[in-house]
């Protein structure tokens, strides 16, 4: 049975740091390749950000230059590491697992970022 299970969420506020974690089992993790996204309240999921088994990085506009996905094959998780964190950031963040055709999700980690 796969499972993908995130932590790592909270309340921070505007300008600080948080890291996601995601830990997965029932994977050949170290394959995969790795999708952060979020959904804010009343908008679409979107992609923040994606790490190919091989390391490769791709982040959404909105979010480079600010957050940081890597990877640790050897205990089959992924980070995202967050720093000068908005309020529009604001969202349930979930990981993805995605191969030929077949996807996983976790049950999402709510960041809220608010002074």
């Known amino acids: 049975q796969v499972q993908l299970v995130e932590s790592g969420g909270g309340l921070v506020q505007p300008g600080g740091s948080l890291r996601l974690s995601c830990a997965a089992s029932?994977?050949?993790?170290?394959?995969?390749?790795m999708t952060w996204y979020r959904q804010a309240p009343g908008k679409q999921r979107e992609l923040v950000a994606v790490?190919?088994?091989?390391?490769?990085?791709n982040y959404a506009d909105s979010v480079k230059g600010r957050f940081t996905i890597s990877r640790d094959n050897a205990k089959n998780t992924v980070y995202l590491q967050m720093n000068s964190l908005k309020p529009e950031d604001t969202a349930v963040y979930y990981c993805?697992?995605?191969?030929?055709?077949?996807?996983?999700w976790g049950q999402g980690t709510q960041v809220t970022v608010s002074s």
């Open positions: 993805n697992a995605r191969l030929s055709g077949h996807g996983y």
């Open positions: 790490i190919t088994g091989g390391g490769v990085t």
């Open positions: 029932g994977i050949i993790f170290s394959i995969y390749p």
